[in-house]
């Protein structure tokens, strides 16, 4: 898997997780449409995902571009853990 790959795949989890916790937007995404996901200010990734997701798009499906505008920083669910030495 390559660089863009993963920051797709990562963006598509964020996404996911945006859409559960803001269920109003899943009525503004037109039904079957291929959703390209863009990263404000990572043009060459941007390019990537946009040549990508048309390729993968099939025949009259509608595109949907979300540009990402910022990402707040990563930080552990976990809240409690034990450690344990073998």
Known sequence: MNTYEKRN???GMEF???????PEFIDKIPENA???LLLEGDE???K???RI???????????LY???K?????????????????
């Not at 910022?70 to 073998?86: C, D, F, Q, T």
């Open 44 to 46: 060459e990734f941007n």
């Open 34 to 36: 291929q959703v390209i």
């Open 70 to 86: 910022k990402l707040a920083p990563a930080h552990s669910r976990i809240e409690e853990l034990s450690l344990m030495a073998g």
């Open 66 to 68: 979300v540009t990402i």
């Open 53 to 63: 997701g048309k390729e993968q798009a099939e025949q009259d499906q509608p595109l």
């Open 9 to 11: 795949s990562l963006l």
């Open 48 to 50: 990537w995902s946009a």
């Open 16 to 22: 996911d997780r945006y859409l559960r916790e803001h």
